[in-house]
């Protein structure tokens, strides 16, 4: 019964190909992130929902892209993927107006 | 452009002591404060928070402190269990923006 979950937990693709991570929360939240942690274990937020608006942006490439179906999932989509692009990626979710997020298990996708 | 830092990547105490990590910021228009816990292979998991309007929020063995005229934050873990070793990222936010800190690695031994 786990709350905010990610598909798949591992992902090793090579260059220059297109990619999704799937994150479902079934915690009712009204907002979901997702956040990329680098090499350097910094957690660096990339993209908020709320409402299915896009409220956060971060500076990250247009190769990544959030898709959100509903309330309930905010997929992520990686084009051309790049080395740089190896991290382990959390997807989040909160109440509105929260900072207090619950966070998945984490993929990490390694670009070969 | 690091604006919550943590300076020690990691920690080690022995159980039952008292265990103290700190979070510095940058930033004073930060008015929110929180510390998460992350195990291997898990998420993070959100641990206490405190706003800027309070300087000590306590609950249970955790005890978050706030020096707002330093920008310094700590958690104190006391006593220290075993299963408190983890990485603990400190966090700092204001409105739609929060930062995280690199994260300090905690390691209690029996």
């Known amino acids: 019964d786990t709350a905010v979950s990610q598909t798949p937990k591992y992902l090793v693709t090579q260059m220059g190909n297109d990619k999704s991570i799937k994150c479902e929360q079934n915690?009712?939240?009204?907002?979901m992130y997702w956040y990329k942690q680098d090499s350097k274990k910094f957690l660096k937020i990339m993209f908020s929902?709320?409402?299915?608006?896009?409220?956060i942006n971060e500076t990250v490439p247009n190769r990544f892209s959030p898709k959100s179906p509903d309330k309930a999932h905010l997929n992520l989509h990686i084009n051309s993927l790049e080395l740089g692009d190896s991290a382990v990626y959390f997807c989040?979710?909160?109440?509105?107006?929260?900072?207090?997020?619950?966070f998945g298990p984490g993929t990490r996708l390694t670009v070969l | 452009d690091q604006q919550v830092k943590q300076n020690s990547p990691s920690l080690s105490v022995q159980e039952g002591r008292i265990s103290i990590l700190n979070c510095d910021y940058t930033?004073?228009?930060?008015?929110?404060f929180l510390w998460y816990k992350k195990y291997p292979a898990e998420g993070p998991t959100f641990l206490i928070s405190i706003s800027s309007i309070k300087d000590k929020n306590e609950d249970g063995r955790f005890t978050v402190f706030l020096n707002k005229s330093a920008k310094h934050l700590s958690l104190h873990i006391v006593p220290s269990q075993p299963g408190d070793s983890a990485v603990y990222f400190c966090a700092a936010a204001k409105g739609d923006d929060m930062r995280f800190g690199a994260g300090t690695r905690l390691t209690v031994k029996p």
């Open positions: 915690l009712g939240h009204d907002t």
């Open positions: 930033n004073s228009m930060f008015d929110y």
């Open positions: 989040a979710s909160s109440q509105a107006l929260s900072y207090e997020q619950f």
């Open positions: 929902y709320n409402n299915k608006e896009l409220i």
